[in-house]
């Protein structure tokens, strides 16, 4: 099934934009939401150059104005009739070991990737079940798969909060045999802004390898998805199963 129209948070930078750029190419509609509105202008003005068959809109969006949220997706699907896909991807890495004094960067990531990804679920599941379709899709993280040490602890418990609400929500709808699908992705490492800093690390892919990957997983509609498959599903299956200190190692 082709999902025409797609809405991604978090569009103006790293892999939300990667991915506007290869649905673009595609021919699918996009309707992008971020903070940085004049980044999400340039991105639109670039992609409707390159492909003018399509449409773009944007508006901007602070996901933590949770009010905010459901009057931007309302008025998306206003604008563009349907909204088929929405993905979940707004996020931040900020943060530091516990008990060292920067709760405030903890405290402002676990706002940022969970309660307000639980205000963009829920945004979407109200337009979803008035349409009675639409596919779901929530970027969570590898980090979520175990307990991280250091800065990514907070981190890895967010995107592991995503993965579990993710799964209620799937849960919730093959009880109901609702239409509308539900995918939980689980990004390995790929080059964005949000790492852009860090140095000597494991298997990762720059931007465009890493967004085609994405794309190309997420239009399967699976429940769940390792990306790019190899290595992340291997090391995802090890990682359940390694002791602890050694999966520490991995951060």
Request: glycine residues 8%; proline residues 3%; hydrophobic residues 45%.
């Amino acid at each position: 099934m082709v999902r025409t129209n797609i809405l991604i948070t978090g569009a103006s930078s790293g892999l939300g934009e990667g991915m506007a750029r290869e649905w673009a190419a595609q021919g699918r509609n996009l309707a992008l939401c971020a903070r940085r509105v004049e980044r999400l202008e340039a991105l639109r003005d670039e992609l409707l150059a390159a492909y003018p068959h399509i449409q773009v809109s944007v508006r901007a969006l602070d996901v933590n104005d949770h009010d905010q949220v459901f009057k931007v997706f309302r008025e998306f699907r206003e604008e563009f009739g349907t909204i088929d896909r929405i993905l979940v991807n707004a996020g931040m890495g900020k943060g530091a070991a516990l008990g060292t004094g920067y709760f405030k960067a903890n405290l402002k990531t676990a706002q940022t990737n969970f309660v307000a990804a639980l205000a963009q679920c829920e945004a979407a599941l109200e337009l979803f079940r008035d349409q009675r379709d639409g596919h779901l899709v929530t970027i969570s993280s590898m980090s979520a798969v175990r307990g991280m040490p250091r800065a990514m602890t907070t981190y890895a418990a967010t995107k592991a909060g995503v993965a579990a609400l993710t799964e209620g929500i799937r849960s919730d709808l093959l009880v109901a045999k609702s239409k509308i699908k539900v995918t939980t992705i689980f990004p390995g490492y790929i080059r964005s802004e949000i790492n852009e800093k860090v140095k000597k690390v494991p298997f990762i892919v720059d931007t465009a390898t890493g967004c085609r990957a994405l794309v190309r997983a997420i239009e399967r509609e699976p429940a769940e998805a390792y990306v790019p498959s190899w290595p992340w599903t291997v090391v995802g299956f090890l990682m359940k199963r390694l002791p602890l200190s050694l999966v520490a190692k991995m951060a």
